[in-house]
Nanobody
Framework: QVLLVESGGGLVQAGGSLRLSCAAS????????MGWFRQAPGKEREFVAA????????YYADSVKGRFTISRDNTKNTVYLQMNSLNPEDTAVYYC???????????????WGQGTQVTVSS
């Protein structure tokens, strides 16, 4: 089982930027598609972005397309989420996902990180 540790969350004003990191250990990181999900208060966890094992393919939720960028560094076992032009609707706990797949929607087949809080003030 892989252990995921997220970092980089915080409080930012609308229009600002944050970069989330997710460090993985315990399994061959480079073999798996990785992703980010988020959960706002009172809402279900939702897909944000995914990246293939080789970084050749990236996928985004419509709500973040053009503002967020997912990337990974397999030499550091780390996946990133660069978030620009943040707005209050992006406020949520952001979770790293270890083995994402798609079947009528994105889901996680692997472990989750503990989550990192992102709060965007208006």
């Amino acid at each position: 089982q892989v252990l995921l540790v997220e970092s980089g969350g915080g409080l930012v004003q609308a229009g600002g930027s944050l970069r989330l990191s997710c460090a993985a250990s315990g399994r061959t990181f480079s073999n798996y598609n990785m992703g980010w999900f988020r959960q706002a208060p009172g809402k279900e966890r939702e897909f944000v972005a995914a990246i293939s094992w080789s970084s050749s393919n990236t996928y985004y939720a419509d709500s973040v397309k053009g503002r967020f960028t997912i990337s990974r560094d397999n030499t550091k076992n780390t996946v990133y989420l660069q978030m620009n032009s943040l707005n209050p609707e992006d406020t949520a706990v952001y979770y790293c996902a270890a083995d994402v797949a798609y079947s009528s929607g994105w889901y996680n087949r692997g472990s989750w990180g503990q989550g990192t809080q992102v709060t965007v003030s208006s």
